[in-house]
């Protein structure tokens, strides 16, 4: 079974530009999450999908956004880039949100490398 | 919100165990899970805690205290290859309501040495 993918794994753009990014989840996971990491903040919560709808969103200003499609692929968009938002921007899937309680094991794309000049 | 606390570094001894804490101070706990994340790589789960008590798997055990709002992730017989990353990661039901929101913490780095 294929693992979660991401692209593209390298992103070099500069102040003022805006990137998406693509997600796609482990075939028949309907779950997608997105989280920011960078050295000094740890792992951030940004967003989470199931089944086309955002569940949960986390602190993050409105030039993030995202969206989930029916295939369960997920799109995350950042405008006006920010120098601050250079980080890895991670994608995980799993079978239920894990919004949801219960078990729940994710699992994470390589992520993509975004750097902003 | 919540505060999650682990310590940055740690390093132990191959073939030794050491433990990993992780506090939390969280109204709504649900669930807490540990990942484990090597250089340059993607985080992997490692283990789930909702309730009391130890969770063994392997060589590798996680123990919690909702009480206390305490867990620790226990490695034994360390291998050089266990120098990652360790992610503590809590999920609190909103006290306003809506859905559960999974946190992590900043994580501990640790290094095993010869």
């Known amino acids: 079974k294929a693992g979660v993918t991401q692209t593209p794994r390298y992103l070099i753009k500069t102040r003022g530009q805006q990137v998406t990014l693509s997600c796609s989840p482990i075939s028949g996971h309907r779950s997608v999450s997105w989280y920011q990491q960078t050295p000094g903040q740890g792992l951030q919560f940004l967003f989470e999908y199931f089944s086309e709808t955002q569940r949960n969103k986390g602190n993050f200003p409105g030039r993030f956004s995202g969206r989930q499609f029916s295939n369960s692929r997920s799109e995350m968009n950042v405008s006006t880039l920010e120098l601050g938002d250079s980080a890895l921007y991670l994608c995980?899937?799993?079978?239920?949100?894990?919004?949801?309680?219960?078990?729940?094991?994710?699992?994470f794309g390589p992520g993509t490398r975004l750097t902003v000049l | 919100g919540q505060n999650i606390d682990q310590p940055t570094e740690m390093t132990a001894t191959e073939g030794a165990i050491v433990q990993i804490n992780c506090t939390y101070q969280?109204?709504?706990?649900?669930?807490l899970f540990w990942y484990q994340q090597h250089a340059g790589e993607a985080p992997t789960f490692l283990s789930y805690?909702?309730?009391?008590g130890l969770e063994e798997k392997g060589r590798f055990s996680s123990f919690l205290s909702r009480s206390k709002g305490y867990s620790y992730l226990l490695l034994k017989e360390l291998q050089m290859k266990d120098s990652a990353s360790y992610l503590c990661?809590?999920?609190?039901?909103?006290?306003?309501?809506?859905?559960?929101?999974?946190?992590f913490g900043t994580g501990t780095k640790l290094q095993v040495i010869p």
């Open positions: 995980a899937s799993s079978l239920s949100p894990p919004s949801g309680g219960g078990y729940n094991e994710q699992f």
């Open positions: 805690n909702v309730l009391d």
């Open positions: 969280t109204s709504g706990f649900n669930g």
């Open positions: 990661a809590v999920r609190v039901s909103p006290n306003s309501g809506g859905y559960q929101k999974v946190t």
